[in-house]
Structures are given as structure tokens and as C-alpha cells.
């Protein structure tokens, strides 16, 4: 056949059979994030509805202690106001005040209690003025206050909510020092100073006991005050001790706090930053020397370029969150911990967590550089790619197979769809002058 001929045959084909080219996908805004939030949360309602979260591949209901707090509607609560779905907020809010009660014969640990449901309470308060959302954060903060009789005013890590019996004394930075926010939240709401004084006075006495280079360890006993881990860094058991301080300055305008912080960030600056890997990177030291001991970062320690916004530092916050993100690209999705001097997984877990995209988005308010809302968009098709089921969202047990486990977190509601959704929202949606976030993103407002 002649090439002219060729040509005259492939015009009698219908134009329906040529192949088309697929149209642009737009890229995920808001309404996109409120679409997998709504996914997720209907998931929860018809498979975990009045207890604490949902086991999405089992599409099992999950309690903490046996028996529910309601840690999933609590949690969610502010983000369905933040988000305008009036209806669900109002279902929640039924079951909240229907339902939940703290007069339960169980122990609980208290640091997750306090950043989940006290923290839930309040902003839940302040957004919607109901005084039952209140009395339910008196009377938890109420039952949570044995944890700082010890001798030293340091906290207990575990209460019981009917006897106040308290347990083990060994504790870690981040458990007793992420508690100001909330109870000084309450004591301004409810006039009762002492839910101020005893969570104010355990953050003085850890800052009084940092080492001679001015750097937290890892453990200490709350009743003699001796560390029993003196390695110190900025990931978890760590990490909200330092952003409490700057944000109980910037909540309260309590001096003494932003003084601690200044004295606090700079031997971190000194002894953990480590660019020796050719980024910026916080890796694990001595807190008595200042020693090297790890060059090991996390999923966790990702909040880090957030707080250094707070602080009037974007350029360290740049850096370190472009550390973040090559952590998530090395498998499309962070894994729990990586040795960044080889680039090598050390936990291969995700557990659906928020802190990437909290950087991301204060890094977007505080510049207004758009790169940021791209990584929004990467970090939302990541999570729909890899995370999503048919009953909601699971974390994953290996990000480099992507193997499901069988856990949707009430953080994932309360915190990683919130920050995906302000990030990929207009700027003006809310202003960071007017609120802080709690480490569970539950806005608190400014009134100093």
C-alpha cells in the first residue's frame, strides 16, 4: 500500500476511536479536603459511633481504656466548625453532651487526655458558647489535677478519674511541660488560678533542672528531680515541651515563659542542629556535653519549622521543612524515623500524622510563598494514594510496601485534615494573631 493510501484510510476512521488525551486533574483544594474528611468521618459514624476512634480495615470501634471518652467526636469537634459542616458538628456536639462523662473507674494517661479532650473541650467552648462543653472541661481538669502532687510539683504520668490515684513517677519533657495551654485556658474561662499555678509551676521546675549547657534529657523522676535518660533532643517525649513554652507566651503573654523559651532554643540551635548530612537536621545529644550520641529524625520532630515561625525564624523553618519533605519523598509518604546521615529507615511506620503539614501551612502563613500550598497538594494526594479505604483512612505499617494497619487516630480528624485544609484554603481563613493551636490544633483564642 502506497503511503497516499495510508493516509486516506486512516481519515476514514471515526474520530471516536482516536485516542483522547486525558483532561487536566485540577489540583485538591479545601473542598477536596472536606470531601476525605467527610469520608473519614462518616466512616467513624457508621462503624465506631460513640466510642473513641475507628479500626478501618476491621471497621471496629477502638476504646482507650474499655470503656468510651469519646475521643474521636471530641477531637473532631472544632475542625467540622472550622471546616462549615454544621450538621455534623451538631451530631457530635449531641453525643458529647448526651453521653460523655469522666466519673469512670479507669486510669488514664494523662498528657493524651489533656491534648485530646480538655483541649477539644475548650476550643469546642469558645467556638460554639454552650457553658455544658465547660463544665465537662472543669470537671476533667478537676480529676486531672492530682498528677502535680509530687514532691517537686513535676507531673505523674497516669491518674485514676474517680480516686486520683497517680502512677509512675518517670517521666518525660514533653508530658510535663504540654499542659499550659489547656489548664490556662480553663483557669481564665472558669476564674480558678490553681489549674494556672500547678501546670505553670511544672514547666519552671523542668526549665530549672536543664544541665549546665542549658539542655533538657529524655526522663526524669518527679518526685527526687534526678534525670534518668540525659539524652536530649527535639522529637517525641521532647518536642511540646519546647512549643508550649513560646505559645504559652504568645496565648498568655506570660513572660517568664518567653524567657524560658529563649533560654531553652539556643543550646538546641548549638548542640542538636547538625548540617554535616548537607542539610539542616536536629539529631540526638548529650545533655550534659552536648556530645553527638544519634543522627536520628522523625515524623514527630517535624513540628520543629512550625515553632521556629512562631519565633520570628523563617529561615531555619525553610530549611528544616525542605529536611522534612525529603524525609516524605524518599517513599511517597514519611515514615516514622529515619538515620538522616545514610537516609535509612529506622521505623517504617506512618501513623497518618500532621506535623509535616503543620509546617507547611505556618511556613505558608507566616511568607506567603506558594511552594508551600504545593506541598499541601503533594502531601494530600500521598494520603488519598496510599492511606485511604473504604471505611475511612488507615496508617500504615511499612511505607515502603504500603502496608495498611488497622488504626485511624482521632488526630487525623482533629489535626492532619485541619492543617490540609488551612493550608489549601484562602489565607484570610483564619489568623494566627487572633488564635494558638494547642499541639492538637485546637484553637485557643488570644485574649492576654
Not at 539542655?215 to 536530649?232: A, H, K, Q
Not at 494520603?383 to 504500603?402: I, M, N, P, S
Request: hydrophobic share 40%; charged share 25%; proline share 5%.
Amino acid at each position: 500500500m502506497t503511503p497516499l493510501c495510508r493516509i486516506a484510510l486512516l481519515l476514514l476512521v471515526p474520530l471516536a476511536l482516536l485516542p483522547v488525551p486525558a483532561p487536566a486533574q485540577a489540583p485538591p483544594d479545601a473542598d477536596s479536603v472536606r470531601t476525605e474528611f467527610l469520608h473519614a468521618w462518616n466512616a467513624y459514624r457508621r462503624y465506631a459511633w460513640g466510642h473513641d476512634a475507628l479500626k478501618p480495615l476491621s471497621r471496629q470501634p477502638h476504646d482507650w481504656y474499655g470503656t468510651s471518652l469519646l475521643m474521636t467526636p471530641v477531637d473532631a469537634f472544632d475542625t467540622m466548625v472550622l471546616m462549615g459542616l454544621d450538621a455534623g458538628a451538631a451530631e457530635a456536639k449531641r453525643l458529647i453532651l448526651d453521653s460523655l462523662s469522666f466519673d469512670k473507674d479507669i486510669e488514664v494517661q494523662a498528657f493524651e487526655i489533656i491534648i485530646r479532650l480538655l483541649g477539644g473541650l475548650l476550643s469546642a467552648y469558645e467556638l460554639d458558647g454552650d457553658p455544658r462543653f465547660l463544665a465537662l472541661a472543669d470537671d476533667l481538669g478537676t480529676r486531672l489535677l492530682p498528677i502535680f502532687d509530687s514532691p517537686t510539683g513535676l507531673p505523674y504520668r497516669y491518674v485514676h478519674l474517680q480516686t486520683g490515684k497517680t502512677r509512675d513517677a518517670v517521666n518525660n519533657p514533653a508530658e510535663i511541660g504540654t499542659s499550659l495551654l489547656e489548664f490556662g485556658t480553663l483557669s481564665r474561662l472558669t476564674g480558678k488560678s490553681m489549674y494556672y499555678e500547678k501546670s505553670k509551676r511544672a514547666l519552671v521546675e523542668l526549665h530549672a533542672r536543664r544541665s549546665a549547657i542549658g539542655l533538657v534529657g529524655s526522663r526524669i523522676n518527679v518526685e527526687t528531680g534526678e534525670w534518668v535518660g540525659t539524652t536530649s533532643h527535639i522529637g517525641g517525649g521532647i518536642d511540646s515541651y519546647y512549643e508550649y513554652l513560646i505559645k504559652a507566651w504568645l496565648l498568655f503573654g506570660d513572660e517568664e515563659c518567653r524567657r524560658m523559651w529563649e533560654e531553652g532554643i539556643a543550646p538546641v540551635h548549638r548542640y542538636l542542629a547538625d548540617t554535616s548530612a548537607g542539610r539542616l537536621w536536629y539529631g540526638h545529644a548529650d545533655m550534659n556535653t552536648g556530645t553527638r550520641q544519634q543522627t536520628r529524625f522523625g515524623s514527630l520532630e517535624a513540628f520543629f519549622p512550625a515553632v521556629l515561625c512562631l519565633a520570628g525564624d523563617p529561615v531555619r523553618a525553610r530549611d528544616l521543612q525542605e529536611s522534612c519533605v525529603a524525609m516524605w519523598t524518599l517513599h511517597n509518604i514519611e515514615p516514622e524515623e529515619i538515620d538522616y546521615s545514610s537516609m535509612r529507615i529506622l521505623s517504617p511506620q506512618y501513623h497518618l500524622r500532621p506535623e509535616i503539614i503543620e509546617s507547611a501551612w505556618y511556613l505558608s502563613s507566616y511568607t506567603g510563598d506558594d511552594r508551600y500550598r504545593r506541598m499541601g497538594e503533594r502531601f494530600f494526594r500521598d494520603l488519598r494514594q496510599y492511606c485511604r479505604t473504604e471505611a475511612g483512612y488507615a496508617a500504615l505499617a511499612d511505607v515502603t510496601t504500603k502496608e495498611k494497619a488497622d488504626a485511624m487516630e482521632s488526630f487525623f480528624l482533629a489535626e492532619t485534615m485541619k492543617y490540609l485544609y488551612l493550608l489549601l484554603s484562602p489565607p484570610d481563613l483564619l489568623r494566627l494573631d487572633e488564635v494558638v493551636f494547642t499541639t492538637e490544633a485546637h484553637p485557643l483564642r488570644r485574649r492576654r
